[in-house]
């Protein structure tokens, strides 16, 4: 993600007003959210989840899944919606997914997930929105 140029961009200044603390945290500054902290992970109505940080869909509840992990898990994001880095952290290398819109850091990608795809995108609750299906 470093150097990438994204469509929406705003100053820190601009973020640090946009996001709560904590959104800010983990959009802005990688940071992961306690697991089991956040209610989206339990949320099961029909909808769908948007970036925090600037609107970009990202999932739809149908492709949500219940990973036991403690964060909000989804096995298809929306065409276009995510971008990929390697991450190096914590001694292991693992694939993060920001926002492509935004580049907001939103959580990791993993090959451990359930049919159709194989993948288990963790995603931080906090930073995402959700609206329900009408």
């Known amino acids: 993600m470093s150097g990438e140029v994204f469509p929406f961009t705003l100053s820190d200044a601009e973020w640090r007003k946009r ?3 904590e959104q ?3 959009l802005r500054g ?21 970036c925090a940080g600037c609107g970009q869909l990202l999932f739809v509840s149908g492709d949500k899944f219940d990973s036991g ?3 909000p898990s989804f096995t298809t994001p929306e065409d276009g919606a995510l971008g990929e880095t390697v991450d190096r952290s914590h001694g292991m290398v ?8 935004c580049g907001g850091h939103l959580g990791h990608v993993f090959p451990d997930g359930p049919p159709p795809t194989g993948l288990r995108y963790c995603i931080n609750g ?9």
Do not use: D, M, Q
């Open 24 to 26: 800010y945290a983990i």
């Open 126 to 134: 906090i930073v995402l929105t959700f609206e329900p299906a009408e």
């Open 19 to 21: 996001l709560s603390p």
């Open 94 to 101: 693992r694939t993060e997914v920001h926002c492509a819109n």
């Open 69 to 71: 992990t403690g964060w």
């Open 30 to 50: 990688h940071a992961t959210e306690r697991p089991g902290s956040c209610a989206l992970n339990y949320e099961k109505r029909p909808g769908r989840f948007y």
